[in-house]
């Protein structure tokens, strides 16, 4: 799909504050309600817009621990990616699952309530999981940045 | 903190696939009135568990193809150079997110590009010159999947 600069106009309003309106998405975009609500159409039916998503803060639920895995597969065995990313499915805790291009294949992004949490998740759901050549892990201290838009 | 109960639990569930719903379809999907819905989603949205929506987009239809983490060592200690590095790499608009992190690195780094020739750009231009910088790691992101997490 071709995108014209009112179609990135409209996008950038609206990833800055997803709570608008139609009508105020209109306004701020400089367009009339229907020619706002036709664009929007046409961008939701070619995907370009998923949707929007609820975001959920885990520190407000009391999941104070969020740990980055970063995983190296053994990759003798050919099927070691689904397995691993099957089995990384079943774990609740896991929010994110990544796979690279580089030194690492696979990144876990895992939550837990304290570290006695952490420790129980790490003993019986990570290491556990099969095919694991190397397991490194990214404790977050803090969040310096957290921005999903895109630079428009 | 306060106490969700299953129904909570299934609301949570239901925004982060689409935030879009209203009171009233959340309402008819789990049998409720739109009143009793609006009580319970107001609940979470003061006790910051919904910390608002955010637009999922197609980063690739948009002409942004590649992601790239990257791990990031600073050079030099101390609460100064944090301050600078952290000042620095917040004002990139193609860096999504930094986390300070405790391990092999001190920062992870999410970088959106148009295509690995604009991420050696970002990556040269904006990455190797910020102050502190040390050792630097990418990796080239190829799939991802967020999951719903323990609700």
Known sequence: ?152 | MIELDETDRAILRALARDGSLSAGALARRFGMTQPTVWRRVRRLEEAGILAGRRLDLDAAKLGFGVSVFCGIKLATRGRASLEDFERAVTAIPEVQEVHHVLGRYDYRLRIVARDLADFERVLRRRIMTLPAVGDVETNVLLSEERRPGPL
């Open chain 1, 1 to 152: 799909m071709h995108l014209d600069d009112l179609d990135r106009r409209i996008l950038r309003q609206y990833q800055a504050d997803p709570g608008l309106t139609a009508a105020a998405l209109a306004e701020r975009a400089g367009l009339t309600r229907a020619a706002c609500w036709r664009r929007l159409e046409k961008l939701q039916a070619a995907g370009v817009i998923r949707g929007l998503r609820a975001v959920i803060d885990w520190r407000a639920l009391g999941y104070g621990v969020e740990v980055s895995l970063r995983i190296t597969l053994d990759k003798s065995v050919p099927t070691a990616f689904e397995r691993v990313e099957a089995r990384a499915r079943e774990i609740p805790e896991v929010i994110e699952i990544q796979t690279f291009l580089g030194r690492v294949d696979l990144r876990l992004s895992v939550l837990a309530r304290d570290m006695a949490d952490w420790q129980r998740i790490y003993r019986e759901r990570i290491l556990t999981l099969p095919h694991i050549a190397e397991i490194e892990a990214l404790m977050r201290v803090a969040v310096i940045k957290e921005d999903a838009r895109l630079p428009l």
